[in-house]
């Protein structure tokens, strides 16, 4: 798929430096809006996602996502000629993502001292697990431990069962959004001042942003949030219920006046006429009252009846879908959320369409992740070295 030439980023560089998921994700974010993402990698290390999960005919699918609209090449930043080589490329970029433990681009004498002085208007942007200082600044660290330490884990699973980790990279994804506003926001201050700053991105910090007022209800009354598996203590029915045919559906009433259609539709319209129905943190302390009115009439009835019914009456309800029924979703279909793309491995794949949709100057999908250094020469070319030197790069073992 070919973009449009008035892509909102067209003419920004950005070098993806970063592994695995929060910074590769932030770069791929800004690619698929016409940035000219370069991702570099090590020369025998590659990027660890791109042998994660699912592979067909020994190709990752995973990087066919988050490679996508990235040209692709090997860099040994520890050599002197890597070096001098990213120093020549971050010279003309706007974006640096990188992800290695605090210290470890100082290490190799490509800090921010270094990095500026090549490009005083670089936006470095720095995405650790604990940020650049504090006491655990230095240690490794994942997604999974900022969705342990968060209190994301806490409060997530049945209130009997163990704290329950997310079956995918939450705590990277929601970074990986965060990190791109964070580049934004830095570009965007650059406009006004003409020089580049550091973006320190700790991955422990937007999960801890997501959840909400947790920090101010325990700070003003104690409170500390319990888990409820699927139940809100700020309203109900708010469930899964299964249906008569087997399938799941999910229902919220957030607002007053759907709590009132669904007990009509489910044929218990004198529970709205209980005192304890007028609010919705009191309908949440008679949950198992609500459940069963409402999980009652649900089990008799087929996953279509019940979403049609629902329909009907205006109320909030939606189907359990895993990808299958995600991928023939008329909403989805209509929204062109999930796309086809060709790719030259594996043929024509379908993936995740670009994140929003812009009227005038929307995004794109214009490749798929390619192979590892696939574009090395390419780009070290367009920078100026000459084969000459690219061979040298070669034989130090930079390339």
Known sequence: MTGPTTTPLHGLRVLDLATLFAGPL?????????????????????????????????????????????????????????????????????????????????????????????????????????????????????GTLAEAMSGFAAITGEPDAPPTLPPFGLADSITALATAYAVMTALAARERTGEGQVVDMAIIEPMLAVLGPQALWYDQLGYVQKRTGNRSANNAPRNTYRTADGTWVAVSTSAQSIAERVMRLVGRPELIDEPWFATGADRAAHADVLDQAVGSWIAARSRTEVLAAFEKAEAAVAPVQDVRDVLDDPQYQALGTVTAVDDPELGRIRMQNVLFRLSATPGAIRWTGRPHGADTDEVLTELGLTAAELSALREEGAL
Not at 65 to 74: A, E, M
Not at 119 to 138: D, I, K, S
């Open 26 to 142: 932030a770069a791929t974010l800004l690619g698929d809006f016409g940035a000219e993402v370069v991702k570099v990698e090590h020369p025998t290390k590659p990027d660890p996602s791109r042998g994660h999960g699912p592979a067909k005919d020994g190709i990752g699918l995973w990087w066919k996502l988050l490679g996508r609209n990235k040209r692709t090449i090997t860099l040994n930043l520890s050599t002197p000629g890597g070096r001098a080589t990213l120093l020549r490329l971050a010279a003309g970029a706007d974006v640096i993502i990188e992800n290695f433990r605090p210290g470890t681009l100082e290490k190799w004498d490509l800090g921010w001292e270094e990095l500026s002085a090549a490009n005083p208007r670089l936006v470095l942007t720095r995405v650790t697990a604990f940020g650049q200082f504090g006491p655990y600044a230095h240690r490794p660290g994942f």
